[in-house]
């Protein structure tokens, strides 16, 4: 992967093709404020620091884990705030993981009753078939 830092950080491309994502999420992030703001060179252009890499990986990983962006912004703005200690971190993470489990299992469930029940309806139906087909 190209790594070309441009004076004192990645432009927009870069950064979006190095975090695999594209450029409008990039914007997106930006206007909901969960990465830093980019500096500007003199010629205008958006550059990116490595840190917003970290932080964009990072909120790859949180959203591939099931948190949606406002709870990734809420986390972001408590950590930064020093509000948002490790251990409290790790309770959100297990409360998340607790969260997907359950509806995990709902939805098995769901779907076995989903499937029995169209067990029984073709047995209902062959039934029928076959006491109207004696006739």
């Not at 930006?30 to 990116?48: F, H, N, Q, T, V």
Request: hydrophobic share 40%; proline share 1%.
């Amino acid at each position: 992967m190209e790594r070309e830092l441009t004076m004192s950080g990645y432009l927009r491309g870069q950064i979006a093709k190095m975090a695999n994502l594209n450029m409008e999420n990039l914007r997106y992030y930006e206007d909901l404020g969960i990465i830093s703001a980019p500096l500007c060179s003199e010629s205008g252009y958006r550059l990116y620091s490595e840190e917003v890499l970290i932080q964009l990986n990072f909120i790859l990983n949180a959203k591939s884990c099931g948190f949606t962006l406002k709870e990734i912004q809420k986390a972001l703005q408590k950590s930064k705030s020093g509000q948002l200690n490790i251990e409290a971190f790790i309770a959100v993470i297990d409360k998340k993981m607790y969260k997907i489990h359950s509806e995990t299992q709902i939805l098995t469930r769901q779907v076995m009753a989903c499937f029995l029940y169209g067990q029984l309806n073709r047995l209902h139906f062959l039934n029928w078939f076959c006491y109207f087909s004696s006739k």
